[in-house]
């Protein structure tokens, strides 16, 4: 005669395991709501941070006397019909800046186009570069 053993207390033994096959499916798709959540948020990530809206590189400089350099960039942006402002400088031997120019990008036909400005010098130029770009134009370079 076989004889089921009694019920253990729950109090003292706490409550009896799930089956194995139970355990295997609560893992698994715990591992797949966090792959997900994982995805979600990776293409947020890539949506807020996928890059500028506007990007400028120097094209060229030449100093033209010892206290102004002439400066060409080239911008790109995403949305050429939206104005942008880029801010050129001046370096001298050391290193130093020694002349900053703010110059606003017209809207354009074109998603890349080339500017070129003069940067006053204090001191001795050395080379001219370009510290950025960006599309909030501040008041006063847009023309009234």
């Known amino acids: ?3 089921t ?22 893992a698994f ?8 959540a994982g995805l979600v948020l990776a293409l947020i990530a890539y949506q807020r941070f ?15 006397d010892d206290h102004t350099v002439s400066v060409t960039i080239s911008v790109t942006r995403k949305d050429p019909s939206r104005p942008v402002h880029c801010i050129v400088r001046v370096r001298s031997h050391d290193g130093d800046e020694t002349g900053r120019r703010e110059i606003l990008v017209p809207p354009s036909q074109a998603a890349t186009v080339q500017v070129t400005t003069f940067v006053k010098s204090y001191k001795r130029p050395f080379v ?14 847009v023309a009234p």
């Open 1 to 3: 005669m076989t004889e």
């Open 29 to 36: 798709a715990l591992g797949v709501l966090v792959l997900a």
């Open 50 to 64: 996928e890059g500028n809206d506007v990007e400028g590189t120097i094209a060229a400089y030449q100093v033209t």
């Open 128 to 141: 001219g570069d370009i510290y950025g770009c960006g599309t909030d134009v501040p008041g006063y370079l």
């Open 5 to 26: 053993p009694p019920p253990l207390p729950h109090e003292r033994y706490g409550r009896t395991r799930l089956p194995a096959t139970t355990r295997r499916r609560v």
